[in-house]
């Protein structure tokens, strides 16, 4: 499956971005997704994940309330809302889709990437 992750931009502190991940290859709905995110400096961190289905989602502790995953099955899409974004927020954001078991929360269980897109946020 490709994966091209888009939506990215700069903001000031405080807005919203919604990202996009567009899927193209096998049923996307065979895929649990996830959001990551690499800060400069920083090992990618897991940011967001979605079931098959889309009923489970998972949160890393720092975004809870404040981003929202969700998935389009009919579209091959996956999203990002993100709203109340923060400073800390600021970082390349990726896509990546799994296929069966692992860890919504560790990248090394995705099996594809998308390229990413930059968050950036001013304070």
């Known amino acids: 499956v490709q994966l091209q992750a888009f939506g990215g931009g700069l903001v000031q502190a405080g807005d919203s971005l919604r990202l996009s991940c567009a899927a193209s290859?096998?049923?996307?709905?065979?895929?649990?997704m996830g959001w990551f995110r690499q800060a400069p400096g920083k090992e990618r961190e897991f940011v967001a994940g979605?079931?098959?289905?889309?009923?489970?989602?998972y949160y890393t502790d720092s975004v809870k309330g404040r981003f929202t995953i969700s998935r389009d099955n009919a579209e091959n899409s996956v999203y990002l809302q993100m709203n109340s974004l923060e400073p800390e927020d600021t970082a390349v954001y990726y896509c990546?889709?799994?296929?069966?078991?692992?860890?919504?929360?560790?990248?090394?269980?995705?099996?594809?990437w998308g390229q990413g897109t930059q968050v950036t946020v001013s304070s």
């Open positions: 990546a889709a799994r296929f069966y078991g692992g860890n919504y929360y560790e990248p090394n269980d995705y099996d594809y």
């Open positions: 290859g096998r049923t996307f709905s065979s895929y649990a």
């Open positions: 979605i079931s098959r289905s889309g009923v489970m989602t």
